[in-house]
């Protein structure tokens, strides 16, 4: 007798798929292990890409996802890997990222998608002008001749050398050239890109195998879910950004019907009802295979690829997220730049930091501990060591403080510490207005830190 599909269809606890996600995303590997280029890279290709990000009030999203996964990571490691070694290209997946070489023979298909987007897309034209074609190709033949270019490069004076909202022709050209895949960045300046003939970059841009759509859609699909270990077919369309939906969800009625994967119903942290999804066949085995959660804490970016997806992000973790930058500061719940704080698999918390840069100073300027979550001794401790880590991997050279704030109806951690390396706790809840409880200096020195109060001193911010 043939069961029916309900019951063929196995569960996936909120645990599991937290292990799975993490294990694809590089965050159950050891990350005291050396870190070196190759390793970066690796780590990046298992991954699948980074986020790249303007934003820099405490670390470069793609610097801050790797120093998630590596004690010991250095910035001219992916300068390496990018501007020298060619292993990774900066392109676009829902965002700009850095990705694995390896995808450029399936990334004809983005270049035309994005000349299809952007030749129906208005904004876009009123940037180009009103001779798109000649512009491009005058853009290219500098390029060309001249060698790689900034947007400074390029002057215009339309309208008393004003930028068309932020945006000069030139500027548009460029970037459009590098959507669809006739330009690439060869380098950054300043974060501002440096623009060459991907020709250049890749002399064997024309030669590889280009792949049908239909492979295209095998890859972009299989890739997707390897890295992700259990996910709905939205899930999966998503993760690159590559294919359509109904496509995803095509492939995934496919390969289920074929058992190349599996339907899975996924349980929810947050109190949710199961979730439909699928995963491949061996998932237990990888659930079994992946190391313990470690027993210490990272700051995460808010562009992580495990916080990236805030629905997935509430269903497998309970927590609940909301990047606030682009809020009204009065509107802004938390913060405008607030990390998510991960202890082993679980989100505990999330902090709101600052670098001065000029001071090589970094500060913490409010603390929340997620609902339920008892700040031990030693859970203050492992905050101490994951804020002085983040510190030195922010290249931190000054004295620190962490301002700790009581905010309405949330319980706060503040550091009170009594000698050198030794942190004391305490939470209480207040319904006043935030203010400043206590500060604590830090001055590091190499691996070890010693602490003092100063009394009073509230860096402004």
Known sequence: MTRSREQRVETVSASEARTLLMFGQGLRDD????????????C?????????????????????????RFDGYEKRMLTKLLEMDRKLYEHWTHDASIIPVACRAFWHHRYKKSEKRIRENGW???????????????????????GPLMSKDFEHREGGNKPWWGWKPQKAALEYLWHTGRLGVTRRVNFHKVYDLT?????????????????????????????????????????????????????CEGQARKGEIVEVQVQGADGSSPK???????????????????????????????IRDRNRLLRLFG??????AFVPEAKRKFGYYVLPILEGDRLVGRLDPKFHRDLGTLVIRKIWWEPGVKVTRKRAKLLECAVDLF????????????????????????????????AKTSTRRSAERPTVTSSVARISSGRKSSYRHRKGMVLKV
Not at 319 to 324: A, G, M, Q
Request: charged share 25%; proline share 7%.
């Open 31 to 42: 990350p005291a292990r050396k870190a070196t280029a190759a390793s970066v890279c690796r």
């Open 44 to 68: 990046i290709e298992r991954m699948g890409f980074v986020q790249v990000d303007t934003i820099n009030i405490v670390e470069r999203a793609h610097h801050h996802i790797l120093m998630s």
């Open 124 to 146: 876009w034209y009123s940037r180009l002008g009103e001779n798109p074609r000649k512009l491009c190709n005058h853009v290219l033949k500098r390029i060309r001749e001249e």
């Open 199 to 251: 020709e250049r970059m890749f002399p064997d841009h024309d030669n590889g195998h280009r792949f049908a759509r239909g492979e295209m859609i095998e890859w972009a699909c299989s890739s997707a879910l390897q890295r992700l270990g259990v996910a709905g077919s939205a899930e999966i369309k998503g993760f690159w950004d590559l294919i359509k939906p109904q496509e995803a969800k095509t492939w």
């Open 276 to 306: 439909l999804s699928y995963a491949l066949p061996d998932w237990k085995k990888k659930v079994k295979a992946a190391l313990p959660p470690l027993q210490r804490m990272r700051l995460l970016s808010p562009f992580d690829p495990v």
């Open 319 to 324: 927590f609940d997220y909301r990047f606030e």
């Open 391 to 422: 510190a030195r991997q922010l290249g931190a050279t000054s004295p620190g403080m962490m301002i700790c704030r009581f905010a309405s109806s949330v319980d706060v951690a503040e550091f009170r510490p009594s000698r050198p390396g030794l």
